[in-house]
Nanobody
Framework: QVQLQESGPGLVKPSQTLALACTVS??????????WSWIRQSPGKALEWMGV???????WFNPSLKSRTSISRDTSKNQFSLELSSVTPEDTALYYC?????????????????WGQGTQVTVSS
């Protein structure tokens, strides 16, 4: 059973860069059958998909966040990571990593089959 676990600081100051990691166990992030997403939920708002990294390191971003978002993976650690720059209090949210279905071409289908438990990030001075 594939499990995901987010990690990172719970408090980030405005204008700094938020950095989170997702460690995957029970499966490899190099699989061609899935991609790996970051999703967040701010208080009182709907889930917001942020971006996804595929098996060949192709990355798709939410256009509204693309200019501030970086996603990468470390296959030696079976981890993938998120960086969000120039954060503001509006970036305060529960951040999730998720295993994502892909089609035969490796493109994400935005169906999330496994989720981490989420990690709370607060942006405050």
């Amino acid at each position: 059973q594939v499990q995901l676990q987010e990690s990172g600081p719970g408090l980030v100051k405005p204008s700094q860069t938020l950095a989170l990691a997702c460690t995957v166990s029970g499966g490899s992030i190099t699989t061609r059958h899935h991609a790996w997403s970051w999703i967040r939920q701010s208080p009182g708002k709907a889930l917001e998909w942020m971006g996804v990294i595929g098996n060949d390191d192709r990355i798709w971003f939410n256009p509204s966040l693309k200019s501030r978002t970086s996603i990468s993976r470390d296959t030696s650690k079976n981890q993938f990571s998120l960086e969000l720059s120039s954060v503001t209090p509006e970036d305060t949210a529960l951040y999730y990593c998720a295993r994502t279905e892909v089609n035969i071409d490796g493109n994400p289908l935005y169906r999330f089959v496994s989720w981490g438990q989420g990690t709370q990030v607060t942006v405050s001075s």
